[in-house]
């Protein structure tokens, strides 16, 4: 028994060494994650700098401010804290920080809150956002030793661009969107 085992076990030894234990490379670790990554991005693009949320449909009174807080129902986004979460699985803090929240949550007009422990929208906020992206074609610029810049095609209105983000890698071998320019023509 003893033998049958170690003859296994050495088996399983040289088959793993026959698959030479190569290392997934960056492009095909993004080829497998940019299109959930920027499905993902779509969607919270969208709840900052798009439509937003689905809100309850009620009356509503402006604040002393001008804005007309609703509840949000949908349930994916219960709160500030779970779509500060939501946003950080697709961007890293300090981008989330700099370009979202600071707009999203504070500052004279902010477009959500919190209100008796339910996060709420201005409805007055808000806007359109059309984009397609083409994940198929990306191409890597550079790779540093603390991210990868790659640029990507989208479509939007109609018209061809490109896009280029500095993507962080995490711990749990996922990326973050660090750095992000769009508008770029496409040539």
């Known amino acids: 028994?003893?033998?049958?085992?170690?003859?296994?076990?050495?088996?399983?030894?040289?088959?793993?060494?026959?698959?030479?234990?190569?290392?997934?490379?960056?492009?095909?670790?993004?080829?497998?994650?940019?299109?959930?990554?920027?499905?993902?991005?779509?969607?919270?693009?969208?709840?900052?700098?798009?439509?937003?949320?689905?809100?309850?449909?009620?009356?509503?009174?402006?604040?002393?401010?001008?804005?007309?807080?609703?509840?949000?129902?949908?349930?994916?986004?219960?709160?500030?804290?779970?779509?500060?979460?939501?946003?950080?699985?697709?961007?890293?803090?300090?981008?989330a920080e700099e370009n979202l929240y600071s707009y999203a949550f504070s500052g004279d007009w902010p477009r959500y809150k919190d209100i008796d422990g339910a996060l709420h929208m201005d409805v007055n906020q808000g806007g359109g956002l059309d984009r397609e992206w083409n994940t198929a074609e990306f191409q890597i610029l550079e790779e540093k030793e603390d991210g990868v810049l790659v640029q990507v095609e989208y479509m939007t209105y109609g018209s061809r661009y490109l896009a280029e983000m500095t993507l962080v890698p995490q711990e749990d071998g996922t990326y973050r969107i660090d750095t992000f320019t769009y508008g770029i023509e496409a040539k």
């Open 1 to 95: 028994m003893k033998r049958v085992l170690a003859v296994l076990m050495l088996v399983a030894l040289i088959l793993c060494a026959g698959c030479g234990g190569k290392a997934e490379t960056t492009e095909e670790k993004l080829k497998q994650q940019l299109p959930e990554l920027l499905e993902n991005e779509l969607e919270i693009e969208g709840i900052y700098r798009g439509g937003g949320l689905t809100t309850e449909n009620a009356a509503y009174t402006p604040d002393e401010n001008g804005q007309c807080f609703v509840r949000v129902t949908d349930e994916d986004y219960p709160t500030v804290a779970v779509l500060k979460e939501k946003t950080e699985q697709v961007f890293t803090p300090a981008y």
